[in-house]
Protein backbone atom coordinates (compact mmCIF):
# COMPACT_ATOMS: atom_id res chain seq x y z
CA UNK A 1 0.00 0.00 0.00
CA UNK A 2 1.47 3.73 -0.89
CA UNK A 3 1.85 6.31 1.14
CA UNK A 4 -0.57 8.29 -0.69
CA UNK A 5 -3.44 5.34 -0.15
CA UNK A 6 -2.69 4.95 3.23
CA UNK A 7 -2.95 8.65 3.53
CA UNK A 8 -6.50 8.76 2.10
CA UNK A 9 -7.92 5.65 3.49
CA UNK A 10 -6.43 6.73 7.43
CA UNK A 11 -8.29 10.38 6.78
CA UNK A 12 -11.69 8.52 5.27
CA UNK A 13 -11.72 6.52 7.98
CA UNK A 14 -10.60 9.10 11.01
CA UNK A 15 -13.50 11.04 9.89
CA UNK A 16 -16.22 9.34 11.11
CA UNK A 17 -14.53 8.48 14.26
CA UNK A 18 -13.65 12.80 15.07
CA UNK A 19 -17.39 13.77 14.42
CA UNK A 20 -18.76 10.91 17.18
CA UNK A 21 -15.98 12.25 19.69
CA UNK A 22 -17.05 15.90 18.70
CA UNK A 23 -20.85 14.98 19.17
CA UNK A 24 -20.25 13.32 22.72
CA UNK A 25 -18.57 16.39 23.63
CA UNK A 26 -20.96 18.60 22.27
CA UNK A 27 -23.62 19.80 24.61
CA UNK A 28 -26.08 20.28 22.65
CA UNK A 29 -26.74 19.75 19.11
CA UNK A 30 -29.87 22.23 18.36
CA UNK A 31 -29.48 25.26 16.25
CA UNK A 32 -31.41 27.23 18.78
CA UNK A 33 -29.27 30.95 19.66
CA UNK A 34 -30.53 30.43 23.71
CA UNK A 35 -29.58 26.96 23.72
CA UNK A 36 -26.12 27.35 22.27
CA UNK A 37 -25.47 30.58 24.74
CA UNK A 38 -26.41 28.74 27.34
CA UNK A 39 -24.01 25.63 26.23
CA UNK A 40 -21.20 28.12 25.88
CA UNK A 41 -22.21 30.08 29.09
CA UNK A 42 -21.89 26.53 31.20
CA UNK A 43 -20.20 24.12 28.78
CA UNK A 44 -17.52 26.34 27.35
CA UNK A 45 -14.46 24.56 26.56
CA UNK A 46 -16.36 21.16 25.56
CA UNK A 47 -18.43 23.45 22.70
CA UNK A 48 -15.31 24.99 21.15
CA UNK A 49 -13.44 21.27 21.60
CA UNK A 50 -16.30 20.01 19.87
CA UNK A 51 -16.72 22.61 16.76
CA UNK A 52 -12.94 22.54 16.55
CA UNK A 53 -12.94 18.18 15.86
CA UNK A 54 -16.01 18.72 13.66
CA UNK A 55 -13.98 21.28 11.66
CA UNK A 56 -10.79 18.75 11.48
CA UNK A 57 -13.13 15.54 10.76
CA UNK A 58 -14.66 17.46 7.71
CA UNK A 59 -11.36 18.98 6.72
CA UNK A 60 -10.07 15.12 7.13
CA UNK A 61 -13.27 13.97 4.96
CA UNK A 62 -12.72 16.14 2.29
CA UNK A 63 -9.66 14.73 1.44
CA UNK A 64 -10.55 11.67 2.87
CA UNK A 65 -13.53 11.56 -0.53
CA UNK A 66 -11.10 12.98 -2.90
CA UNK A 67 -8.77 9.92 -2.05
CA UNK A 68 -11.80 7.37 -2.50
CA UNK A 69 -13.60 9.31 -5.31
CA UNK A 70 -9.90 8.76 -7.29
CA UNK A 71 -9.76 5.00 -6.03
CA UNK A 72 -13.15 4.09 -7.75
CA UNK A 73 -13.24 5.65 -10.61
CA UNK A 74 -10.87 2.38 -12.30
CA UNK A 75 -14.04 0.47 -11.46
CA UNK A 76 -16.87 2.62 -11.50
CA UNK A 77 -16.06 5.99 -13.34
CA UNK A 78 -18.87 7.56 -13.39
CA UNK A 79 -20.60 7.27 -10.02
CA UNK A 80 -17.05 7.63 -8.10
CA UNK A 81 -16.73 11.23 -10.26
CA UNK A 82 -20.84 12.07 -9.14
CA UNK A 83 -20.17 11.33 -6.23
CA UNK A 84 -16.68 12.57 -5.29
CA UNK A 85 -17.93 16.04 -6.58
CA UNK A 86 -21.45 16.22 -4.71
CA UNK A 87 -19.24 14.84 -1.35
CA UNK A 88 -16.96 17.57 -1.26
CA UNK A 89 -19.03 20.18 -2.12
CA UNK A 90 -21.38 18.97 0.62
CA UNK A 91 -18.21 19.09 2.64
CA UNK A 92 -17.23 22.26 2.00
CA UNK A 93 -20.62 23.62 3.18
CA UNK A 94 -20.42 22.29 6.07
CA UNK A 95 -17.12 22.97 6.71
CA UNK A 96 -18.12 26.97 6.13
CA UNK A 97 -21.09 26.40 8.97
CA UNK A 98 -18.21 25.51 11.17
CA UNK A 99 -16.63 28.15 10.56
CA UNK A 100 -18.97 30.26 11.56
CA UNK A 101 -20.09 28.66 14.18
CA UNK A 102 -16.41 28.99 15.13
CA UNK A 103 -16.93 32.82 15.94
CA UNK A 104 -20.27 32.37 18.37
CA UNK A 105 -17.69 32.21 21.70
CA UNK A 106 -16.22 35.38 21.21
CA UNK A 107 -19.93 36.53 20.13
CA UNK A 108 -21.03 35.35 23.39
CA UNK A 109 -18.12 36.39 25.37
CA UNK A 110 -18.09 40.05 24.46
CA UNK A 111 -21.94 40.36 24.21
CA UNK A 112 -24.78 40.28 26.67
CA UNK A 113 -27.20 37.66 26.68
CA UNK A 114 -29.90 39.38 24.87
CA UNK A 115 -27.69 40.74 22.02
CA UNK A 116 -25.88 37.44 21.54
CA UNK A 117 -29.18 35.60 20.92
CA UNK A 118 -29.73 38.54 18.53
CA UNK A 119 -26.89 37.90 16.77
CA UNK A 120 -26.67 34.36 16.56
CA UNK A 121 -30.25 34.55 15.76
CA UNK A 122 -29.61 36.70 12.79
CA UNK A 123 -26.56 34.49 11.36
CA UNK A 124 -28.60 31.69 11.59
CA UNK A 125 -31.39 33.03 9.49
CA UNK A 126 -28.79 34.26 7.21
CA UNK A 127 -26.64 32.63 5.10
CA UNK A 128 -26.72 29.00 7.53
CA UNK A 129 -30.39 28.70 6.70
CA UNK A 130 -29.68 29.33 3.11
CA UNK A 131 -26.62 27.23 2.86
CA UNK A 132 -27.53 24.30 5.36
CA UNK A 133 -29.78 22.59 2.79
CA UNK A 134 -27.43 21.80 0.65
CA UNK A 135 -25.08 19.92 2.81
CA UNK A 136 -27.46 17.06 2.08
CA UNK A 137 -25.74 17.36 -1.12
CA UNK A 138 -22.82 15.46 0.56
CA UNK A 139 -24.66 12.71 1.97
CA UNK A 140 -26.10 11.97 -1.76
CA UNK A 141 -22.49 12.49 -3.36
CA UNK A 142 -21.48 9.28 0.10
CA UNK A 143 -24.39 7.24 -0.84
CA UNK A 144 -22.94 7.03 -4.56
CA UNK A 145 -19.86 6.30 -3.49
CA UNK A 146 -21.17 3.74 -1.75
CA UNK A 147 -22.71 2.30 -4.75
CA UNK A 148 -19.50 2.87 -6.34
CA UNK A 149 -17.74 0.31 -3.72
CA UNK A 150 -20.23 -2.10 -4.66
CA UNK A 151 -19.72 -1.88 -8.75
CA UNK A 152 -16.27 -1.92 -7.36
CA UNK A 153 -16.95 -5.11 -5.44
CA UNK A 154 -17.24 -4.18 -1.80
CA UNK A 155 -20.51 -6.46 -0.49
CA UNK A 156 -23.93 -4.63 -0.52
CA UNK A 157 -24.14 -4.52 2.84
CA UNK A 158 -21.04 -2.05 3.02
CA UNK A 159 -22.43 0.31 -0.07
CA UNK A 160 -26.08 0.14 2.43
CA UNK A 161 -24.62 0.77 5.52
CA UNK A 162 -22.43 4.45 3.69
CA UNK A 163 -25.45 5.35 2.00
CA UNK A 164 -27.55 4.76 5.13
CA UNK A 165 -25.13 6.05 7.85
CA UNK A 166 -24.55 9.46 5.14
CA UNK A 167 -28.66 10.52 4.88
CA UNK A 168 -29.18 9.51 8.77
CA UNK A 169 -26.77 11.49 10.32
CA UNK A 170 -28.25 14.84 8.45
CA UNK A 171 -31.26 13.47 9.91
CA UNK A 172 -29.69 13.30 13.14
CA UNK A 173 -27.88 17.10 13.19
CA UNK A 174 -31.44 18.21 11.58
CA UNK A 175 -33.27 17.05 14.16
CA UNK A 176 -30.52 17.23 17.30
CA UNK A 177 -30.71 14.07 18.06
CA UNK A 178 -27.13 12.78 19.24
CA UNK A 179 -28.09 9.16 19.76
CA UNK A 180 -28.69 9.13 16.00
CA UNK A 181 -26.15 10.85 14.64
CA UNK A 182 -23.07 8.71 16.56
CA UNK A 183 -25.27 5.20 15.66
CA UNK A 184 -25.18 6.83 12.10
CA UNK A 185 -21.28 7.52 12.12
CA UNK A 186 -20.79 4.17 13.28
CA UNK A 187 -22.72 2.67 10.26
CA UNK A 188 -21.04 4.94 8.24
CA UNK A 189 -17.53 3.81 9.82
CA UNK A 190 -18.03 0.48 9.20
CA UNK A 191 -19.22 0.40 5.88
CA UNK A 192 -16.17 2.84 4.57
CA UNK A 193 -13.97 0.32 6.61
CA UNK A 194 -15.33 -2.75 4.45
CA UNK A 195 -15.01 -0.20 1.51
CA UNK A 196 -11.18 0.42 1.61
CA UNK A 197 -10.75 -3.12 2.64
CA UNK A 198 -12.05 -4.00 -0.53
CA UNK A 199 -9.90 -1.74 -2.81
CA UNK A 200 -6.83 -2.64 -0.81
CA UNK A 201 -7.30 -6.25 -1.67
CA UNK A 202 -8.06 -5.94 -5.32
CA UNK A 203 -5.77 -3.95 -7.51
CA UNK A 204 -7.50 -1.52 -9.81
CA UNK A 205 -8.17 -2.99 -13.32
CA UNK A 206 -5.58 -0.85 -15.19
CA UNK A 207 -2.94 -2.12 -12.50
CA UNK A 208 -4.26 -5.44 -12.76
CA UNK A 209 -3.91 -5.83 -16.43
CA UNK A 210 -0.68 -4.51 -16.50
CA UNK A 211 1.05 -6.89 -14.00
CA UNK A 212 -1.32 -9.63 -16.19
CA UNK A 213 0.40 -8.24 -19.43
CA UNK A 214 3.81 -8.54 -17.74
CA UNK A 215 4.07 -12.05 -16.39
CA UNK A 216 2.58 -13.00 -20.20
CA UNK A 217 5.66 -11.58 -21.80
CA UNK A 218 8.43 -12.81 -18.95
Known amino acids: MSKRTLAGAVALL ?3 IIVIAGTLAQPTLSDDAASQIAALTDHRGATITSTALSTIAVVLLIGGLI ?3 LALAPRAPRLAM ?3 VL ?3 GSLVVLFENSVAAAFPAIVGGLDQIQATSVLDRIHSGAITALGPLSIIGAIGL ?3 GLAAVRAGAPRW ?3 AIAVGALAEGAGFAAGTK ?3 IIAFAVLFLGLLQAVRTLAASPAPRLAAAGAKAAAVS
Do not use: D, H, N, Q
Open 158 to 160: AGA
Open 179 to 181: ALV
Open 82 to 84: AGG
Open 143 to 145: ALL
Open 67 to 69: WFA
Open 14 to 16: AAP
Open 87 to 89: GVF
